[in-house]
T-cell receptor
Framework: AQKVTQAQTEISVVEKEDVTLDCVYETRDTTYYLFWYKQPPSGELVFLIRRNSFDEQNEISGRYSWNFQKSTSSFNFTITASQVVDSAVYFCALSEAGGAGSYQLTFGKGTKLSVIP | DAGVIQSPRHEVTEMGQEVTLRCKPI?????LFWYRQTMMRGLELLIY????????DSGMPEDRFSAKMPNASFSTLKIQPSEPRDSAVYFCASRLGRINEQFFGPGTRLTVL
């Protein structure tokens, strides 16, 4: 069974600090996909990134970066120079083929990030 | 292109009433998902459709819940009769193909009194 663990329930940082959100996953499949979603206080779920299990290259998008390490089954998310607008709940998610090849999403419990001005 | 559209955005009803939530997926997407989010249980997948056909409804909590997708551009989630424990945010999401990301609607906040 697939599983996603986000051990950090809540994190508070002061604006302009860097912050890393941890995500550890479990899967028996060799082909799988990892995702991060952002849920700001307004409530919608915003897609941030998708990575496949064959691509371990780190990715950077502006102040956001992601570190994927298969050896430790981790897919961590770093925000550099955090801003108040980054305050949100961040979800890590995993999809794998499963019995029906459906690639359903399994979400972690989320990490609530508060950026203090 | 418009994203996933859900209506209503907020619904307040009394216990025992029927509730219908609506979703319009992104045009061209062939998968549609219904989720429920609560503080206690987080995000739970209720049911999903592929090409308008329900594939897995194992997450539907009880027979009081039902979902339909009569065509590629519309789906409903119905609760009859509603109970206070059904209070949650219900999200609809759609996806193109099997492996791509899901795009979520803004959600419907349901309160059952």
């Amino acid at each position: 069974a697939q599983k996603v663990t986000q051990a950090q329930t809540e994190i508070s940082v002061v604006e302009k600090e860097d912050v890393t959100l941890d995500c550890v996953y479990e899967t028996r499949d060799t082909t799988y996909y990892l995702f991060w979603y952002k849920q700001p206080p307004s409530g919608e779920l915003v897609f941030l990134i998708r990575r496949n299990s064959f691509d371990e290259q780190n990715e950077i998008s502006g102040r956001y970066s992601w570190n994927f390490q298969k050896s430790t089954s981790s897919f961590n998310f770093t925000i550099t120079a955090s801003q108040v607008v980054d305050s949100a709940v961040y979800f890590c998610a995993l999809s794998e083929a499963g019995g029906a090849g459906s690639y359903q999403l399994t979400f972690g419990k989320g990490t609530k990030l508060s950026v203090i001005p | 292109d418009a994203g996933v559209i859900q209506s209503p955005r907020h619904e307040v009803t009394e216990m025992g009433q029927e509730v219908t939530l609506r979703c319009k997926p992104i045009s061209g997407h062939d998968y549609l998902f219904w989720y429920r989010q609560t503080m206690m249980r987080g995000l739970e997948l209720l049911i999903y459709f592929n090409n308008n056909v329900p594939i897995d409804d194992s997450g539907m909590p009880e027979d009081r819940f039902s979902a339909k997708m009569p065509n590629a551009s519309f789906s409903t989630l119905k609760i009859q009769p509603s109970e206070p424990r059904d209070s949650a945010v219900y999200f609809c999401a759609s996806r193109l193909g099997r492996i791509n990301e899901q795009f979520f609607g803004p959600g419907t906040r349901l309160t059952v009194l």
